[in-house]
C-alpha cells in the first residue's frame, strides 16, 4: 500500500503549495460571493433598454466604422512601439552592433503610424494631442542614437545613459499612449467619472508595472538584487505609499469643479478613500521595517495589505451586479496575490529552494497574479462597466479576455528578456544559495 506524504511532497515540491492555496481561498471566497450577488445573466443581460442606468447610453462601441487610416496606424504603431524600438532598446543594453538599425527603423514606422493618426480626423483631443509629445520624444531617442552611431565623442557612457533613459520613457509613454486610445475610443472617463477613472486606471498600471519589473528583476539581475542591501518588499512598499497617495485624492472627484457631485460622499468614495489610506499607512510601515533589514529578510506587511483590499474588494457592493462581480475578481486576484507571496517567502526564507542559475517556477505565479490584479483594476471603473451593460458582455467573456491581455503582457516581456539572453548571455551570476549562517 502506496501512502502519500503530504507535507513532504509541499516541500519537495513548493509550486504545489504555492499554486494550491490561492486556488483553495479563491474557491471558498467565491462560496461565500455566490449567495449574496445576483447571476449576471438573469440580471443585466435581461435588460431592456429603458431599464439601463442613465449614463450606461454614453458608452458604447463607436457605431462608425473604423477607417482605413486609424487601421493603418494602429498597425505601424503596433510594429514601431511594439516591436521595433523594444528590441532596439534590448539590443542597446546588449550592445549589438545591429541596434541603430532596428532604432531609425522603428522610429521611422512609429512616426508615420502616429501622421496616419491624425489623417483620421480627430485632432482636437487628448490623444491626437499626446502624439506630439511622443513625436517629440521619439526624435531626441533618434537623435542621441544617430550622434552615437556617428560621432565617437557619443559614445561616452553618460550619452549611452541618457538614450537608455529615454528608451525606457519611451515604453511607459507607449504604454500610456494605449491607455489614452481606448479611452479616447470607448469615451471613457467622462460624465463626471474622471476622479474614479484616474484612481482605477493608475493604481491598475502600477501592479502591472510591478509584475513586468519584478519579472525582469527576477530574472536578469538574480543574486544582484541582493547588493540593493534592503529587501524587495522596501521598494514595494514605497510604491504602495504612491498609489495610497494617489488613490487618496482622486476617488471623490478632487479634480471636478465645485458642486454637489463633488461635495457629497457616496459610501464608495468613503470605503475607497479609506483603501487609499490603509495602502499609504501599511506601505510606510513596510518601508520602515524593511529600510535597516538584510535583503534575505523579507516582510509580508504589504501581502497583509493586498490580502486586506482584497477581502474588502469581494465583500464590497456596488449598485451595479456588474460592477459586484468585476470587483469580486479583482479582491479574488489580490487575496490569490497575497497568500502566494506569503508562500514564497516562506519557502525562500526557509532554504527550501537552493542553487537556482534561474528563477523557480512558483516565482512566477505571483508575477501573473500582480498582473491579473492590475488588469482586473483597471477594467472595474464605472465607465466600463457601463459599457459591458450597454453591450450585454457578461462577466466570463470579460474576465477571459482580461486574462489573456495578462497573459500576452507577461509573455512579450519574458520574449524580450530572452532577447537579451540570446545577445548578451546568460547572467554570469547565480543565486546565492541560502548557507546555514545566512537563514533566518
Known amino acids: 500500500m502506496v501512502t502519500l506524504n503530504t507535507p513532504r511532497l509541499w516541500m519537495k515540491n513548493p509550486t504545489v503549495l504555492t499554486v494550491i492555496a490561492p486556488l483553495i481561498a479563491s474557491a471558498a471566497l ?14 443585466h443581460m435581461a435588460m431592456k433598454a429603458e431599464d439601463l442606468p442613465n449614463d450606461a447610453f454614453m458608452y458604447r ?11 493603418v ?6 510594429v514601431g512601439y511594439i516591436m521595433l524600438l523594444p528590441t532596439a532598446l534590448v539590443m542597446e543594453v546588449a550592445r549589438h552592433k545591429l541596434q541603430p538599425l532596428f532604432q531609425i527603423s522603428g522610429a521611422l514606422v512609429a512616426f508615420l503610424g502616429i501622421v496616419f493618426g491624425w489623417l483620421n480626423g480627430h485632432l482636437h483631443n487628448t490623444y491626437a494631442r499626446f502624439g506630439w509629445f511622443m513625436v517629440c520624444l521619439l526624435t531626441a531617442q533618434t537623435s542621441i542614437n544617430l550622434y552615437r552611431t556617428l560621432s565617437s565623442a557619443g559614445r561616452s557612457q553618460q550619452i549611452r545613459r541618457v538614450y537608455l533613459t ?35 486606471f493608475v493604481r491598475g498600471s502600477a501592479l502591472m508595472i510591478g509584475s513586468v519589473l519584478i519579472l525582469i528583476c527576477t530574472r536578469v539581475f538574480g543574486a544582484a538584487m541582493l547588493e540593493l542591501k534592503r529587501p524587495p518588499e522596501f521598494y514595494l512598499s ?10 487618496t485624492f482622486t476617488e471623490h472627484n478632487f479634480f471636478q469643479s465645485s458642486g454637489d457631485a463633488a461635495e457629497i460622499w457616496s459610501h464608495k468614495d468613503l470605503q475607497h478613500t479609506m483603501i487609499g489610506i490603509s495602502w499609504f499607512a501599511g506601505g510606510l510601515l513596510g518601508a520602515l521595517m524593511t ?33 459586484s462581480r468585476v470587483h469580486f475578481l479583482f479582491g479574488t486576484s489580490l487575496v490569490s496575490l497575497g497568500l502566494s507571496t506569503i508562500c514564497e517567502i516562506t519557502l525562500l526564507a526557509s532554504g527550501f529552494v537552493k542553487d537556482r542559475d534561474k528563477p523557480a517556477s512558483f516565482q512566477y ?29 457578461d462577466i466570463t467573456t470579460y474576465a477571459v479576455t482580461l486574462l489573456s491581455f495578462c497573459f500576452a503582457i507577461m509573455l512579450y516581456f519574458y ?13 554570469t551570476a547565480k543565486y546565492s544559495q541560502l548557507g546555514e549562517e545566512e537563514q533566518i
Open 30 to 43: 467565491a462560496s461565500a460571493h455566490e449567495d449574496e450577488v445576483a447571476d449576471v445573466n438573469g440580471a
Open 61 to 71: 462601441w463607436p457605431e462608425d466604422p473604423m477607417g482605413w487610416a486609424l487601421k
Open 73 to 78: 496606424h494602429l498597425l505601424l504603431c503596433a
Open 166 to 200: 529615454l528608451g525606457t520613457l519611451q515604453m511607459i509613454f507607449m504604454y500610456m499612449g494605449m491607455v489614452l486610445g481606448v479611452i479616447r475610443f470607448l469615451n471613457l472617463c467622462s460624465q463626471g467619472h474622471l476622479g474614479q477613472c484616474i484612481s482605477h
Open 238 to 247: 514605497i510604491v504602495m505609499i504612491i498609489v495610497g497617495t494617489i488613490a
Open 291 to 323: 529600510y535597516h533589514s538584510h535583503p534575505r529578510n523579507r516582510s509580508a506587511i504589504p501581502s497583509l495589505v493586498f490580502i486586506a483590499t482584497g477581502i474588502s474588494m469581494i465583500i464590497h457592493q456596488q449598485d451595479l451586479v456588474m460592477s
Open 365 to 393: 505565479v505571483t508575477m501573473l497574479l500582480f498582473c491579473s490584479a492590475g488588469m482586473f483594476l483597471m477594467g472595474a471603473n464605472r465607465d466600463m462597466v457601463l459599457f459591458l451593460i450597454y453591450e450585454k458582455i
Open 415 to 427: 520574449l524580450l528578456v530572452d532577447l537579451y539572453f540570446t545577445l548578451a548571455g546568460p547572467p
